[in-house]
């Protein structure tokens, strides 16, 4: 692992990520350290997150509860994880309790799970919790994120009904397939504006998380503060093939 020669696949493939997000950053303006690159290592072992993290990295993102519960403990705690996939009110204890060093919850998409989540951090007396709303700005279906008119209001709730979270910004998927479009993200980057027009704070304290593989130095030129990045550094997703598991809307997390 000391030998570069020998430095692992998914090390190399994070430099080519960062670099290129950082180019990316510069082209729209910004320095590095205004972009946020979350390693998302849904069905990567542990081993392969270790190598990411030798090579300095230490923000992860996983999709799915039981997952990232198992995972977790098996690795450092400096790790800042995000969970990224749809959350279900009967999983938010275990992955709260599961997961100390979670850093935030990016799928916060109606006001029961944002009011679920409020409590059990008051609960567990946990540090307040960093969340985005996620907007569904692809039309597709109405199932995984709020209509870009319900933005403000559900934004309006997690600040100020919400105590122990932190309204943190706004998070996007874009299609079913995980290609965005430019649209997409300029329909996030219109709700950022209403949301904070609304709520009186400045678009800097609203963060947009939109950005994966195919799409991330676009979505960073176009504004995005935070990607979501998976196979581009870990390779394809590995599942189990008799469990036949995929990644549609109706997989559990
Ligand atoms: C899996 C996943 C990603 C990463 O997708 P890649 O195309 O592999 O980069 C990003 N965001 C979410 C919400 C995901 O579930």
């Not at 979350?38 to 081993?47: L, Q, R």
């Not at 923000?59 to 519960?69: A, I, K, R």
Request: charged share 25%; net charge neutral; proline share 5%.
């Amino acid at each position: 692992m000391a030998c570069p020669a020998m430095e692992s696949a998914a090390a190399t493939a994070l430099r080519s990520v960062l670099s290129r997000g950082h180019m990316a950053a510069e082209r729209s303006g910004r320095s590095r350290e205004q972009v946020r690159i979350v390693a998302v290592s849904k069905t990567k072992s542990v081993s392969v997150i270790h190598q990411a993290y030798e090579a300095g990295h230490r923000v992860f993102g996983e999709n799915y509860v039981q997952e990232l519960v198992e995972k977790a403990p098996q690795l450092p705690a400096d790790i800042e994880w995000h969970f990224i996939g749809n959350l279900q009110s009967n999983k938010v204890k275990a992955l709260l309790g599961g997961v100390p060093n979670l850093d935030m919850v990016e799928t916060v998409d109606d006001e029961k799970i944002a009011n679920h989540l409020d409590r059990a951090v008051a609960n567990l007396g946990r540090k307040p919790l960093k969340v985005l709303v996620q907007v569904n700005t692809s039309g597709e279906e109405s199932k995984y994120g709020v209509e870009p008119s319900g933005c403000v209001e559900l934004a309006k709730h997690v600040k100020l009904r919400c105590p122990s979270l932190i309204f943190s910004g706004l998070m996007t998927i874009g299609m079913l397939d995980y290609s965005s479009t430019p649209e997409n993200f300029k329909t996030l980057r219109n709700c950022r504006t209403e949301v904070c027009e609304a709520l009186g704070i400045p678009e800097e304290q609203c963060e947009l998380s939109m950005g994966m593989s195919a799409d991330f130095e676009q979505a960073i030129e176009m504004g995005s503060t935070n990607v979501r990045i998976g196979s581009t550094i870990f390779g394809p997703r590995e599942y189990p093939k008799k469990d036949k598991v995929s990644e549609p809307k109706s997989s559990s997390s």
